[in-house]
């Protein structure tokens, strides 16, 4: 069984970073692609970030395509999301989450292994 526990959210000024972390539990972790998704009130859940099992390719949502980094560290088992430039748009719950697809992967279905969420709120 893998679980994957997100942290870093949090309340910010718009203009401001965070930084979200994604701890996943489990051996082969090296193995897979990850991603970010997030989910507004009212709103379906969404693409934000993927990143390869290597983490030689990254890829994201035209919303936040440079303002955000997705990056990763095999060793610790963790995936990152740098938010800058944070805008009240990016308001969300925010989600890592594990690919089984073999290519790059957008869509939800293409993901079977999911954190709680962590709350991203950014004021105007």
């Known amino acids: 069984q893998v679980q994957l526990v997100e942290s870093g959210g949090g309340l910010v000024q718009a203009g401001g970073s965070l930084r979200l972390s994604c701890a996943a539990s489990g051996r082969t972790f090296s193995n897979y692609a990850m991603g970010w998704f997030r989910q507004a009130p009212g709103r379906e859940r969404e693409f934000v970030a993927g990143?390869?099992?290597?983490?030689?390719?990254?890829y994201y949502a035209d919303s936040v395509k440079g303002r955000f980094t997705i990056s990763r560290d095999n060793a610790k088992n963790t995936v990152y999301l740098q938010m800058n430039s944070l805008k009240p748009e990016d308001t969300a719950v925010y989600y890592c989450?594990?690919?089984?697809?073999?290519?790059?992967?957008?869509?939800?279905?293409?993901?079977?292994?999911w954190g709680q969420g962590t709350q991203v709120t950014v004021s105007s």
């Open positions: 989450a594990r690919s089984v697809a073999l290519r790059t992967a957008v869509t939800s279905p293409e993901y079977d292994y």
């Open positions: 990143i390869n099992w290597s983490g030689g390719i990254t």
